[in-house]
């Protein structure tokens, strides 16, 4: 059973920089059939795709947040991570990593992680 | 365009059934897919593809589409039902490659 777990700070200051990671166990990131993906979601509001990621390094952003998002992957760690830059109180939010099948006609997340909920505060 | 629509909210009552709607143009070329979520939880797949149903997702969800709209059909509501959907697909305009619906709240009656 795939399992994926989001790890990092829950506080973050204004101006400053989101740091998390994904660790996927029981099946590995090199996989060529997935994409492994972030998603957040603020307080009471709706799903928003971040971006997503290839084993190869291969990356796709959210034109919305495209200036200040780093997705990055490590398949030695089967890990991939999200850096979100000079962040304000919008980008307080839930913050999913998921795994994203590479389905040509449809796009869907079909692992996720608990999620972890990041606070932007000084 | 880059966006799917839902109704805010939709009820249902207990035993009946439900069509929560999900529009966009990218639904002309591509597949939605559906999560259900509930109160402090993360999403969770219920239908991808034309209809298929992840393993363990009662027989009582099922999907379809119809030109630029999707479709989510609970067929005999249950009270566990009663969650936020989210529709979600790919996205025709090149900038990214996953969009999502604002999502239906479903409340069972």
């Known amino acids: 059973q795939l399992h994926l777990q989001e790890s990092g700070p829950g506080l973050v200051k204004p101006s400053e920089t989101l740091s998390l990671t994904c660790t996927v166990s029981g099946g590995s990131i090199s996989s060529s059939s997935y994409y492994w993906g972030w998603i957040r979601q603020p307080p009471g509001k709706g799903l928003e795709c971040i971006g997503t990621i290839y084993y190869s390094g291969s990356t796709y952003y959210n034109p919305s947040l495209k200036s200040r998002v780093t997705i990055s992957v490590d398949t030695s760690k089967n890990q991939f991570s999200l850096k979100l830059s000079s962040v304000t109180v919008a980008d307080t939010a839930v913050y999913y990593c998921?795994?994203?099948?590479?389905?040509?006609?449809?796009?869907?997340?079909?692992?996720w992680g608990q999620g972890t909920l990041v606070t932007v505060s000084s | 365009s880059s966006e799917l629509t839902q109704d805010p909210a939709v009820s249902v009552a207990l035993g009946q059934t439900v069509r929560i709607t999900c529009q966009g143009d990218s639904l002309r070329t591509y597949y939605a897919s559906w999560y259900q979520q509930k109160p402090g939880q993360a999403p969770v797949l219920v239908i991808y593809g034309k209809d298929n149903r992840p393993s363990g997702i009662p027989d009582r969800f099922s999907g379809s589409s119809s030109g630029n709209t999707a479709s989510l059909t609970i067929t005999g509501a249950q009270a566990e039902d009663e969650a936020d959907y989210y529709c979600?697909?790919?996205?025709?305009?090149?900038?990214?490659?996953?969009?999502f619906g604002g999502g239906t709240k479903l409340t069972v009656l």
């Open positions: 998921a795994r994203r099948s590479r389905s040509q006609n449809s796009a869907y997340f079909d692992y």
């Open positions: 979600n697909s790919r996205d025709t305009s090149g900038n990214h490659p996953v969009v």
